[in-house]
């Protein structure tokens, strides 16, 4: 398998530079050359095999002969260890779980598959590489944890000065070791900003061997087509789901539906957005404006400038109606998310994060709708790594998971520093 630049300047690269690269030179998105299709008979029968061998036949075509066969299933077997339970919360909705690995969130996966890819591309270089990322909250954590203690790779976070939880920021800087975080004075748009900025620079990438673990990275992107297995794996109705996935930087929807176009069935999806709503209004009416992110309860998806979303446009060659008709999306206002959380566990007595609300709210609202679908929400996030938010709304005391406990008590380590390019880059030189 090769991938071509969605900017269509630099030369295709084969799995291996892609996720070397991060982003295409010519500052494009990797993009598969053909998006290959599950056989049929898996399909058919999700159920009677493995969530190993499923997530190894959606996977392969990507890698190619880049990573071998043994080497790839064990990236893979570690890559999912843990569950992906489907859970009921009423008799049209359930909640596909994605918080059961080491740092409570989705993004678990794409960093922990990265990671080992990565690393094992790099062993054998004499040059230690940088992995920069941006993080508006749930990222850093698990890119920290993924490339924790990983040979031959460093890691720098860049996260935006108090807007993460509590959790989130002591999982992204209490590390050590490879692993270090800085503090931007700005917004998760100035981080990415910041980024995008090293890797434009010339001067800088001759001096330090960088690389991206933003959802850009192709071994981030690719690997989230497992949830979707998975849940339909679990799901036991004979029509399939709509699904609603929170998005932010529109990565895990994208991969959403790249395992719908690689066969995978799903009646539609939507794309569960809060106030920042580029994505909603441009499926309303026809024109993609990006604007400065905004702060609310939900903020790993405060994103302004959605880099993911070109994907999505290359996926359906760039036509509208066909995008309208596999996709819709909603834009959720805090107040709304806040009522939802504490009605969901009035009602159904179910908990939800601020991420997932918006996503139940937005599936709630289209079944009405559409009666007589069901759907599944993604819930993207353990409620607590967002109990700042989620106690005051439910006035109910969450109980800890032993991992948050423990790094409650740990000490942050970071550096701080303005929205400021040259600071960055002295940093990376040091
Ligand atoms: C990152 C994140 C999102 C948004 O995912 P994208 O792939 O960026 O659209 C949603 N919810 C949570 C909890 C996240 O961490």
Known sequence: MFYYSTNKQSSKADFREATINGQAPDKGLYFPEHMPTVPAEMLSNLAGYSKEEIAYTVIEPYVGDTISKTTLQKI???????????????????????????????KDVGARFMSRCLGHFVQDNSRNVTVLVATSGDTGGAVANGFYDVDGVNVVILYPSGKVSSVQELQLTTLGKNIRAIEVNGTFDDCQQLVKQAFSDTGLNEQVFLTSANSINVARWLPQQFYY????????????????????????ICAGLLAHVSGLPVKHFIAACNANDVVPRYLNNGTYETRSSVSTLSNAMDVGNPSNFTRI??????????????????????????????????KYDYLTDPHGAVGYYALEQYLQQHPGDKGIFLETAHPIKFYDVVEPITEKTITKPDVVTAILKKTKMSFQMANDYSMLKDYLVS
């Open 313 to 346: 446009l290359e996926m359906f060659r760039h036509s509208f109606p066909e995008i309208k008709d596999v996709l819709s999306s909603i834009s959720v206002s805090d107040e709304l998310t806040r009522q939802t959380l504490k009605s969901v566990l009035e």
């Open 229 to 252: 297995f998975f849940a339909l794996r679990q799901w036991q109705e004979s029509e399939p789901p709509v699904i609603c996935v929170p998005s932010g930087n529109f990565g895990n």
């Open 76 to 106: 893979v077997s570690e890559t999912i260890n843990f569950d992906f339970p489907l859970v009921a919360v009423n008799e049209n909705i359930s909640a596909l779980e994605l918080y059961h690995g080491p740092t409570l969130a989705f």
